[in-house]
């Protein structure tokens, strides 16, 4: 019995293993394709800026007089912008990452411009101070006004064609969080969610039933709560959580509690805290 029981881990470890480096290297997949189109917008992007300050400079020095006219080099265009053609791939990159954190994106994001505003200025008056010579005010007076606009414009640019989409990148990160890993007899072993019947408080650990085998895991079931994939389980009682995909049947007795049958026939506590929570989830389930 404790050969089939160590078997059946070890093959429980080896699917979940062979399923988690499929799913980080689609995720890793969709990350390459982002900074890939990060990139790619903004070269394009720039070329043309900068192709057609070019030749908005010169059709201006075609139609003026000899002493009017500005007879900058025919690269003045990119020693003014080229460097952001290393800084808004950054922004995006950055504005891309707050996105996916979903949290405090206003605070992160005005972030993110200040430093980028910070870092424009700083790198365009050192090369303009030991390329051009040209002094580090004049730099300042010249370009302050102009990069808070370009900081926008990238950032609308951001928002209409990189803006992460929350559908494949959300995808494997839900898949990421598919199990649940447990230290059995030295080894470290990944339960996948699906098979997961119930989670029940048990003092300082969290009993993990599934069909086969009750497993210990060392932390509260507050700590595992916070960590499971969204509409997966439901608290019925303090002590406990269940798959709710695997919910049989609800019983609410007349003193109001309950209990929760499961698709192994067990019955798990339903208290009258938690009875609202679960018969809504479950009428708008079905």
Same mark, same amino acid.
């Given at each position: 019995?404790?050969?089939r029981?160590?078997?059946l881990s070890?093959?429980?470890a080896?699917?979940?293993?062979?399923?988690k +480096?499929?799913m980080?290297?689609?995720?890793?997949a969709?990350?390459d394709?982002?900074?890939?189109?990060?990139?790619?917008?903004s070269?394009i992007g720039?070329?043309?800026?900068?192709?057609?300050?070019t030749t908005?400079?010169?059709?201006?020095?075609l139609?003026?007089?000899?002493?009017?006219?500005?007879?900058?080099a025919?690269y003045?265009a990119?020693?003014?912008w080229?460097?952001?053609?290393?800084?808004?791939?950054?922004l995006?990159r950055?504005?891309?990452l707050i996105?996916?954190?979903k949290r405090?994106?206003?605070?992160?994001s005005l972030?993110?411009?200040i430093?980028?505003f910070i870092?424009?200025?700083?790198?365009?008056?050192?090369?303009?101070?030991y390329?051009?010579n040209?002094?580090?005010?004049?730099?300042?007076?010249?370009?302050?006004?102009?990069?808070?606009l370009?900081?926008?414009v990238?950032i609308?640019?951001?928002?209409?064609?990189?803006?992460?989409?929350p559908?494949? +990148?959300?995808?494997?990160?839900?898949?990421?969080?598919?199990?649940i890993?447990?230290e059995?007899?030295?080894?470290?072993?990944?339960?996948?969610y699906?098979?997961?019947?119930?989670?029940n408080?048990?003092?300082?650990?969290?009993?993990?039933c599934?069909?086969q085998k009750?497993?210990?895991?060392?932390?509260?079931l507050k700590e595992?709560?916070?960590?499971?994939p969204?509409?997966?389980f439901?608290?019925?009682h303090?002590?406990h959580l269940?798959?709710?995909?695997?919910i049989?049947?609800?019983?609410?007795?007349p003193s109001g509690?309950?209990?929760?049958?499961m698709s192994n026939?067990?019955?798990?506590?339903?208290s009258?805290a938690?009875?609202?929570?679960?018969?809504?989830?479950?009428?708008?389930?079905?």
């Open positions: 019995m404790d050969d029981a160590k078997n070890q093959e429980i080896n699917l979940c293993s062979v399923s +480096l499929s980080v290297s689609g995720l890793r969709a990350m394709k982002q900074i890939h189109k990060e990139w790619q917008i070269s720039w070329s043309v800026v900068i192709l057609f300050l908005i400079d010169a059709f201006y020095d139609s003026v007089a000899p002493e009017d006219q500005l007879n900058n025919w003045w990119i020693q003014e080229g460097l952001w053609f290393i800084i808004t791939p950054l995006f950055a504005l891309s996105e996916q954190q405090h994106i206003t605070t992160f972030i993110a411009c430093g980028t870092i424009a200025m700083g790198a365009q008056a050192i090369f303009d101070l390329a051009l040209d002094p580090i005010p004049y730099t300042f007076l010249y370009f302050a006004p102009l990069h808070p370009v900081i926008f990238n609308y640019l951001w928002q209409r064609l990189i803006k992460p989409k559908s494949q +990148l959300d995808v494997f990160q839900a898949e990421q969080q598919a199990c890993t447990v059995h007899n030295g080894q470290c072993i990944d339960i996948p699906a098979e997961i019947i119930q989670f408080s048990a003092s300082n650990y969290v009993e993990i599934t069909v009750t497993w210990l895991k060392r932390a509260t595992v709560e916070a960590n499971l969204d509409n997966t439901i608290r019925t303090r002590s269940v798959n709710i995909k695997l049989k049947k609800v019983t609410i007795k509690s309950g209990y929760v049958v026939d067990n019955a798990v506590a339903l009258k938690h009875k609202k929570a679960v018969k809504t989830f479950l009428q708008q389930a079905a």
